[in-house]
C-alpha cells in the first residue's frame, strides 16, 4: 500500500486549485455565483520515474506547478470573468502551447531580474566596500532575503491580490480539514489554521536561504560568471528546498523541525487572509473534485 497523497493546491483569480499526482481540479466562483469545477491533467512527463529522485524531483516539480499555475491562472480568470462554457477536461480558454511557453518565460526571466540580477549586481557594485568571495556572497543572499521580503510585503497591500491571499487560506483550511480526517464541509474547515507547513510561500523562503549557503563559496569574477554560476546552480537549490520542506512537513512531532518551519509560517500571515465561508467552499469543492477522480495513494 502506498503512502497516503499529500494534496497542495493554489489560490486562483475567485477560485483554487487542487493537484494531486495524475490530475488537478480548478474550483471558480462564476459571476452568477454557482461554482465550477474542472479537471485538469498533470504533465505527463512530471510523473516520469527518473524525475522522482531526490534533488532531481525539487526542481522538477517547481517548474511543473509554474506551468500547472500558469494554465489555472489563465483559465480561472476567463471563467471568474463569464467566458464561454466548457467542458470538464479541457477548454477553449486554456494558453496554447506557444502562449504558455511565452508567458512562463516572462515570468521566469522577471524573476531572475530580480531575485538573481538585482542582487548579485549590487552586491558587485559594493565589491570595494566588503571584499572577500564568502563576505560578498552572504552581502548578496542578504539583499535576495530583502528583495524577497519586500516584494511579498508589497504585493500584500494591493487590493486585488488580498482576495487572492483569502482563497490561499481557503486552501489551506480545506487541505488541514482533509487530514485532520473530517468532513469536507465549511464548519469544520473555519477552525482550522491558513497557514500550512507545507505551503509554496514558506519554499520560496527556503529556497532563498538555502541559495545563501550555496552560494556562499562560488567565485566571484567575472560579473558574468557570477551571474550565471547562480543560473546553474538554482535546480540544486530548488531541489535542496524541496527535500527540506518535505522532510519537515513529515516530522514536525520533532521540536527541532517545528521551529524551523516558524519563519515560513510567518511569512504566510502575509501571504494569506482569513477566508469568508464562500470562499472555503470553493476550496473545498476543488479538493473534492480530485478527490472524486480516486487519487487516493501514489
Known sequence: MGRPVQYGGQAVIEGVMMRGPRESAIAVRLPKGEIE?????INAWARKPIFKLPLLRGFVALVDSLILGT????FSASRSMGGEEVGEESSET??????LALTIGLAFGLGLLLFVGLPTGMAHLLRGKISGVVWQNLLEGAIRLVVFFLYILVISRLKDIQRVF???GAEHKAIFTYEAGEELTVENARRFSRLHPRCGTSFLLIVVVVSILVFAFVGLHP??????????????????????LKFSSRHLESP??????????????LTTREPDDAQLEVALAALKGVLDSGQELT
Open 94 to 99: 486554456e494558453l496554447g502551447f506557444w502562449e
Open 256 to 269: 527541532w523541525f517545528r521551529w524551523l518551519i516558524v519563519p515560513g509560517l510567518l511569512l504566510q500571515k
Open 71 to 74: 494554465r489555472a491562472l489563465t
Open 166 to 168: 483569502q482563497y490561499h
Open 223 to 244: 560579473l558574468w560568471w557570477r551571474l550565471l554560476s547562480r543560473m546553474l546552480l538554482m535546480p540544486l537549490v530548488a531541489g535542496i528546498a524541496y527535500e527540506i
Open 37 to 41: 469545477v474542472t479537471r485538469l491533467e
